[in-house]
């Protein structure tokens, strides 16, 4: 088996301090964040930026500040900029950090459901419009899978020459799909061969999911973004406490641990 990658989603756009006080807002914040998660094994940091007071924005300049706070602190590590943003901004304001030519970025393959009232609308056009972006600018898409249908969408748009091959699959079960170990296997069974993949379960079912992505060969996501609880009714002091875990588990089935160079090598991106 490959070396695991870890990749740490440290803030999202929906939790807030509210649901665990360390959830990071501010540039300082979000680099300690980033840099607790890469000390303990991260290699890839999936990132969404707030402004001060916790809004979530894709504004380019307060990405730049991010990415550069972030480098000084952890020069090697991938990092992964969202185009998802929070629901309700239009497909430019989410692709403004792609601007900065991050190595990676997250391509969200399909409309889903997402709590209440909100929907997290992703048309095929701007699926499309996303993919060519990504090609055109050399960044390696990350694709955001929240359902069955979303694998089906990215292999036809792969084929239609909107997303390039081999593909990086991130399934987040929890949201619209369950997050069960046949879920988990159908998903992976659907796949391209030669794809890579990562799982991310949302809330308890985020350290279930990434045991079995580490059994199964895959890689994995952990952060506030996905899950703000160390274990039941403790919440994590930092991401670098969830990453942690995963690293303990992972040493526990015999799955190493890939630097950010090795998930390069494993992913096929260029420094
Ligand atoms: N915040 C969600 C609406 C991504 O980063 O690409 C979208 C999201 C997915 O988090
Ligand atoms: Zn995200």
Redesign the pocket.
């Known amino acids: 088996m490959e070396k695991l990658i870890i990749t740490a989603a440290i803030c999202?756009?929906?939790v807030t301090k509210k649901h665990n006080p360390n959830v990071p807002y501010t540039v300082e914040e979000i680099g300690r964040e980033a840099e607790a998660a890469y000390n303990a094994g991260a290699s890839i940091i999936?990132l969404?930026v707030r402004y001060d007071d916790g809004t979530p924005t894709q504004d380019k300049e307060r990405f730049r500040v991010c990415i550069e706070e972030i480098k000084r602190r952890c020069p090697d590590v991938i990092i992964q900029p969202?185009?998802?943003?929070?629901?309700g901004m239009s497909n430019d304001e989410r692709l403004q950090p792609i601007e900065l030519l991050p190595e990676m970025a997250?391509l969200?393959c399909g409309t889903l459901n997402?709590g209440g009232d909100e929907i997290?609308v992703n048309t095929e056009n701007t699926i499309k419009y996303f993919g060519e972006k990504m090609i055109e600018k050399g960044i390696k898409p990350e694709i955001?899978v929240f359902d069955k249908g979303m694998v089906d969408y990215a292999i036809r748009f792969a084929r239609e020459g909107y997303i390039l091959e081999p593909m990086h699959f991130d399934f987040v079960l929890g949201v619209q799909m369950a997050a069960t170990a046949r879920d988990l296997a159908f998903l992976v069974d659907s796949i391209p061969p030669g794809s890579t993949w990562t799982v991310a379960g949302i809330g308890r079912y985020e350290m279930p999911m990434a045991a079995m992505g580490i059994a199964m060969g895959g890689h994995v996501r952990v952060g506030f973004?996905d899950n703000v609880y160390l274990e039941k009714g403790v919440l994590a002091k930092s991401n670098g406490e969830l990453v942690e875990k995963v690293v303990r588990i992972a040493r526990e089935l015999g799955r190493e641990i890939a630097t950010p160079d090795e998930a390069r090598r494993i992913l096929g991106i260029k420094k």
Do not use: I, L, R, Y
Not at 82 to 87: D, E, K, L, N, R
């Open positions: 999202g756009a929906e999936h969404h969202s185009t998802g943003g929070a629901v997250t969200d997402f997290f955001e973004e």
